[in-house]
């Protein structure tokens, strides 16, 4: 009861630490992907769509979670405000998951407590939170599919073995519903399905249970996808899966690919200040050494094949301009975060000699990967704009170069991190029967140390990525958002036409999705239309928005505006023009 009880105020903690980080968040930063998901949110409660048409589709099962708010306030502020808190909420789930996880591989209830904490103030599993994004619940749905599955094997009542099964079955389908990711996951599950049906490792009804539960829940995400494709993609999708063979098709392009893949695990590592990147070793070597339990092996194989598969297939669903792709830490931030438990459970019992080859093999293949990273994106990756900071957040901290931070330089300080977490294990292990003083043992002090230190690791970097990230880019966004609707007098009833043209070179009279995305989660009463700025905006329109063009009047906007449009609002330094009708 009093660990329960322990573990719940863990968990209202990191829940108030998300929503504190969170608190200056007023409007989306990274779109589409924000107001994508917020407007998703809004069409499953009735409300009106956007346009997304050949952009990526992004899935129902995240927009899902969120589209109660809608049934209470359609105000956007109030909106962005209450996803954040649902966000803080589900992410903060992290900690008794990992709390749980501890505690199954071996932990004592202190350690798994402090592990657990720790884990949960990790960037990978804490910073996405403050935004409308997938990736603020995908950790936790990760850690959680990982732990039903091995409850599945391990539960000894029939009726564990059977909620089990189905709850691990619909944990699975509803990534699926989540994020493209998702689909790694399941097929990963019905490789485990088949093995243990084959195995007899559990009762086969309940490979029958999961079976139905897990179509059942991939058929309802599927039909949700195709919902909100007729709703909000109109003209049709980006196909991820035919950028993914195009990528692939050439030899030039499966390179490619390698080398992306290598920058994400190189991620990974750096990410975890190193302790994910122990957790991934052991995982491999509990697969190859036999005198491991049949659960562990098979969780093991299970987690590194999610992680490798994820890693080659991220980037190769993704156009190759896209930066994101060189090395990016949000792919596989459910397994950083899995790893970082693993990792830090043999820093803990594992003996020196497994701990040091863990060691040496992370810091090998780290450098093996920062190698490809530095041929493939450059000896540094750019982090002053928000994509970049958001993207390599972790490196900037890493370098504390928010401008471009160098891939070396990165590489040696997470390797540095990870020699000491690696040597304060080895002391607390060689000196367990020194005592600083009565009952206080000095590896439980330098454990203690170990884990502070972690802990301060993570909260500096989360806290300089939301300075430098959230907060510095927040201003800029509010004027072009709330901004736009306050000083363009936009009210219910008003009808907006956008000036924008599908394809990459836009004209300057035309409005970025950057801009048109956000305001359109902004407008909650109507759907915006698009039109081309030569020609007349769509019948019953009475407020248009264009670009303007460099150097020129804000007229310039629209020069073959018809008679009777007037401006009522502008931003030079946003790039827009407001026009209302007369």
Not at 430 to 453: K, N
């Amino acid at each position: 009861m009093r660990w329960g009880l322990l573990v719940a105020a863990g968990w209202l903690l990191q829940a108030g630490l998300r929503a504190w980080f969170s608190r200056g968040q007023s409007v989306p930063l990274a779109n589409p992907d924000e107001s994508a998901y917020l407007i998703a949110a809004r069409v499953l409660a009735g409300g009106p769509a956007t346009d997304f048409s050949y952009s990526t589709l992004y899935q129902g099962g995240y927009p899902l979670l969120l589209t109660p708010v809608y049934w209470f306030t359609s105000n956007a502020i109030v909106v962005y405000h209450s996803v954040l808190l649902i966000n803080a909420a589900v992410s903060a789930v992290l900690m008794p998951l990992a709390y749980v996880t501890g505690r199954r591989l071996g932990l004592v209830r202190p350690a798994a407590y402090a592990v657990a904490m720790v884990t949960a103030l990790v960037p990978a599993g804490l910073f996405y939170a403050e935004y409308a994004m997938t990736d603020a619940i995908y950790p936790v749905l990760v850690l959680a599919w990982l732990l039903t599955v091995h409850s599945w094997l391990t539960a000894r009542s029939t009726r564990g073995l059977y909620a089990a099964a189905a709850g691990s079955a619909l944990l699975a389908g509803y990534a699926y519903a989540v994020h493209s990711r998702g689909t790694v996951i399941v097929l990963s599950y019905v490789v485990v399905g088949a093995l243990v049906a084959w195995r007899r490792l559990a009762p086969r009804r309940t490979v029958a249970t999961a079976a139905l539960v897990l179509v059942a829940t991939v058929g309802g995400g599927w039909l949700l996808d195709r919902y909100l494709s007729s709703a909000m993609y109109p003209e049709g999708t980006r196909n991820l899966s035919a950028q993914m063979a195009n990528t692939l098709h050439s030899v030039q392009g499966a390179i490619n690919v390698f080398e992306m893949a290598a920058g994400q695990v190189w991620r990974l590592v750096l990410d975890s200040w190193g302790v994910a990147g122990i957790g991934l070793f052991a995982a491999i070597a509990v697969i190859v050494r036999p005198r491991f339990r049949a659960d562990l092996r098979i969780m093991a194989a299970l987690s590194v094949a999610v992680t490798l598969v994820t890693a080659a297939t991220a980037p190769a669903a993704l156009p190759a301009n896209q930066s994101q792709t060189w090395a990016s830490g949000r792919y596989l931030d459910g397994m950083i975060v899995t790893f970082f438990v693993v990792g830090a459970v043999v820093l803990l019992r594992a003996r020196p000699r497994f701990i040091l080859g863990c060691a040496a093999c992370t810091a090998v293949v780290t450098l093996l990967c920062a190698e490809f990273v530095y041929v493939y994106a450059g000896s540094s990756l750019p982090t002053g704009s928000f994509p970049t900071g958001f993207n390599f957040g972790e490196p900037a901290v890493l370098t504390q170069d928010w401008s471009n931070a160098s891939v070396w330089v990165a590489t040696a300080v997470a390797l540095g991190l990870l020699g000491v977490w690696v040597l304060i294990a080895l002391a607390a292990r060689r000196w367990s029967e020194v005592l600083v003083r009565p009952r206080l043992p000095l590896s439980r002090v330098l454990r203690a140390l170990a884990a502070a230190g972690l802990a301060a690791v993570s909260l500096v970097a989360v806290t300089q990525m939301t300075t430098h990230v959230s907060q510095a880019n927040t201003p800029a966004q509010a004027q072009s958002t709330t901004g736009f609707v306050a000083a363009a007098g936009l009210k219910p009833g008003d009808q907006i036409a956008v000036a924008f043209t599908v394809g990459i070179n836009l004209p300057a009279t035309d409005v970025p999705y950057s801009l048109w995305a956000p305001q359109a989660f902004e407008v909650s009463w109507t759907e915006l239309q698009f039109f081309n700025p030569a020609q007349a905006p769509p019948a019953g329109v009475n407020v248009v928005e264009t670009g303007w063009p460099s150097g020129q009047p804000a007229s310039a906007g629209w020069p073959d505006r018809p008679a009777g449009w007037r401006i009522v609002a502008s931003n030079q330094a946003a790039n827009w023009v407001a026009w209302r009708k007369s």
